[in-house]
């Protein structure tokens, strides 16, 4: 039994930092942000290249994820009322394999305040991670990534926040 629970630890350890593992990452801090485009289920399209020269936050969540749960909660509370009204922010919450139907119903239950977009089949996901969720990438002005995280604790969010003050700044 001993070597049972030992091997198990072992396991659940050796999947921990896989998880973690840069590899997983595609987009790094210092890399340009990769061009998309955010698909509505009527078929309009928001292009990225229509934020050029904006600090932007693209954050990637599913509404099954507890942790995205709570980072939501928190860019509700803190976050999008703070800078919503910037006209040099611009704040892109992105539902991982979710539709516009789903995210108006999701919504609907959170009553958020800030838009929801779709990832239906992930391919905004897959231009910046392989998986884990939540995930945020902070963009300057200049378009280069001077900020990420993956998964969320209070703490990272506060130097998020603080990322986002010194990123509008310049």
């Not at 593992?21 to 790094?28: E, Q």
């Not at 919504?107 to 305040?113: A, D, P, T, V």
Request: hydrophobic share 40%.
């Amino acid at each position: 039994m001993k070597k049972f629970l030992f091997i198990s630890m072992a396991l659940l350890l050796a999947c921990v930092a896989w998880a973690q593992n840069d590899s997983n990452d595609i987009v790094k801090v210092g890399d340009s942000m990769p061009t998309f485009t955010i698909v509505h289920d009527n078929g309009t399209q928001v292009a990225s290249s229509s934020f050029k020269g904006k600090v932007i936050l693209v954050n990637l969540f599913a509404t099954w994820c507890p942790p995205c749960q709570k980072e939501l909660a928190a860019v509700k509370d803190q976050l999008w009322p703070k800078y919503k009204d910037n006209k040099d922010f611009v704040m892109l919450v992105i539902g991982r394999e979710h539709t516009d139907a789903d995210l108006k119903k999701y919504n609907e239950k959170k009553g958020f305040s800030f838009p929801l977009y779709p990832d239906k089949n992930r391919a905004i996901f897959n231009a910046f991670a392989k998986n884990l969720i939540p995930r945020s990438y902070l963009i300057g002005k200049d378009g280069k990534v001077i900020y990420t995280s993956k998964g969320y604790t209070d703490q990272e969010f506060a130097e998020l926040m603080n990322q986002i003050e010194g990123a509008l700044k310049k």
